[in-house]
């Protein structure tokens, strides 16, 4: 049975993750859950799975734990989640903690040589090189829970031997693929996804296509290509989770449920299948698949991604440092839309390139950068 550490439990990669464990009691043990706030949520699983270590943010709910449950292991605050992450107690953790916060802890789990099943993007955005080079000295496993980069994995099954010629990465569009981007652009119609159900950061993200932005540097550092071996594909129906295409022109395509699910079981179990009850794709239902370019003067994020990428390391901690704190103030209705590339880019503009050697330097960069844009929203 495999022990499973969760990063992020009370959010949605932990909802399926725990459901994944929950269709497969035989299988797998929750053994460490890692929350943020919603103490209920926190509580409610340590009920169903009974786990030996919990994290939550504050001390004050971490009492209120304590006193619920005087056997767990109880971890709050900052040394707290140093504490927890750097514990060996597991075989496999999902890295699914949201924005900056997950860097830490995950470079932690893999200096222990761990196995992490990554849901985090901003962990490869900002500290690529870093994890990468760490991943290889100590030895451990880093595999990918996001659909698209499941999706890659599984076509790079057996074909170790071929030499990659393209990464196609397959988009949805989000839901203004079509629409025109305006100032008028509400929160509620930004988080209206017409494909996938994720959390309200990962959704904006997901509407201004900065999230496949980030997927563009991952999948760079996962699979060891350069940027100009990735593509950007919508594909409106999310029917294809992406291809790999090789040198011999064949091209290789991961087609499923949009459940993620199914790429958590494929982690957690890796590289063996599960099965589920997850309602399957019917091709004839499906009838025809439709590929498209994204406009990069539209979505001018996915645009800046790629500069950050060519400009170097850096860049790419102040493109998701800069973009989270905008779409934080555009869920709380103190920017418009449009404001969010606006600002990412006045942030990559003013910003000299250094190198960043530790996670103490790339979080202290992530700091200002974010200090910075605040001050910039409130002028």
């Given at each position: 049975?495999?022990?499973?550490?969760?990063?992020?439990?009370?959010?949605?990669?932990?909802?399926?993750?725990?459901?994944?464990?929950?269709?497969?009691?035989?299988?797998?043990?929750?053994?460490?859950?890692?929350?943020?706030?919603?103490?209920?949520?926190?509580?409610?699983?340590?009920?169903?799975?009974?786990?030996?270590?919990?994290?939550?943010?504050?001390?004050?709910?971490?009492?209120?734990?304590?006193?619920?449950?005087?056997?767990?292991?109880?971890?709050?605050?900052?040394?707290?989640?140093?504490?927890?992450?750097?514990?060996?107690?597991?075989?496999?953790?999902?890295?699914a903690l949201v924005g900056i916060a997950g860097l830490k802890p995950t470079y932690n789990m893999i200096k222990n040589g761990k196995t992490v099943a990554l849901a985090n993007k901003e962990v490869l955005v900002a500290g690529g090189k870093l994890i990468m080079?760490?991943?290889?000295?100590?030895?451990?496993?880093?595999?990918?829970?996001?659909?698209?980069?499941?999706?890659?994995?599984?076509?790079?099954?057996?074909?170790?031997?071929?030499?990659?010629?393209?990464?196609?990465?397959?988009?949805?569009?989000?839901?203004?693929?079509d629409k025109e981007i305006t100032d008028d652009i509400t929160v509620e119609q930004a988080l209206n996804h017409p494909t996938w159900k994720m959390g309200p950061k990962v959704t904006i993200d997901s509407s201004t296509m900065m999230?496949?932005?980030?997927?563009?540097?991952?999948?760079?550092?996962?699979?060891?290509?350069?940027?100009?071996?990735?593509?950007?594909?919508?594909?409106?129906?999310?029917?294809?989770?992406?291809?790999?295409?090789?040198?011999?022109?064949?091209?290789?395509?991961?087609?499923?449920?949009?459940?993620?699910?199914?790429?958590?079981?494929?982690?957690?179990?890796?590289?063996k299948r599960l099965k589920n009850n997850i309602e399957k794709i019917d091709l004839f239902e499906i009838s025809q698949l439709v590929f498209e370019k994204p406009n990069l003067e539209k979505f001018q994020c996915l645009k800046l991604a790629f500069e950050a990428i060519e400009k170097g390391h850096s860049y790419q901690v102040v493109l998701n440092a800069a973009n989270e704190v905008l779409v934080d103030a555009f869920l709380n209705k103190k920017i418009t839309y449009t404001q969010i590339p606006k600002g990412i880019q006045k942030m990559l503009d003013s910003h000299k390139p250094m190198e960043l050697k530790t996670v103490e330097e790339i979080l202290e960069l992530d700091k200002k950068v974010k200090d910075e844009t605040r001050k910039m929203i409130e002028d």
């Open positions: 049975m495999k022990k499973v550490a969760i990063f992020g439990s009370t959010g949605s990669i932990g909802d399926s993750t725990l459901n994944v464990i929950r269709e497969n009691p035989d299988l797998f043990q929750a053994v460490t859950l890692v929350a943020g706030k919603n103490i209920q949520k926190l509580m409610e699983q340590i009920e169903e799975f009974k786990p030996q270590n919990v994290y939550i943010i504050s001390e004050e709910n971490a009492n209120k734990l304590k006193e619920k449950y005087p056997d767990l292991n109880i971890y709050c605050g900052e040394d707290g989640m140093e504490e927890i992450s750097k514990l060996t107690d597991f075989d496999i953790s999902v890295s080079e760490t991943a290889k000295k100590y030895n451990a496993t880093l595999l990918t829970v996001d659909s698209e980069h499941s999706a890659i994995m599984q076509c790079l099954q057996g074909e170790q031997q071929n030499k990659i010629d393209k990464i196609l990465l397959t988009a949805s569009g989000g839901p203004f693929f999230n496949k932005g980030f997927e563009v540097i991952e999948a760079k550092w996962l699979f060891n290509v350069e940027p100009d071996q990735i593509q950007v594909v919508v594909h409106r129906k999310s029917i294809v989770h992406s291809m790999v295409q090789f040198v011999d022109g064949t091209i290789m395509a991961n087609l499923g449920p949009k459940s993620m699910q199914v790429p958590i079981a494929y982690a957690l179990n890796y590289p």
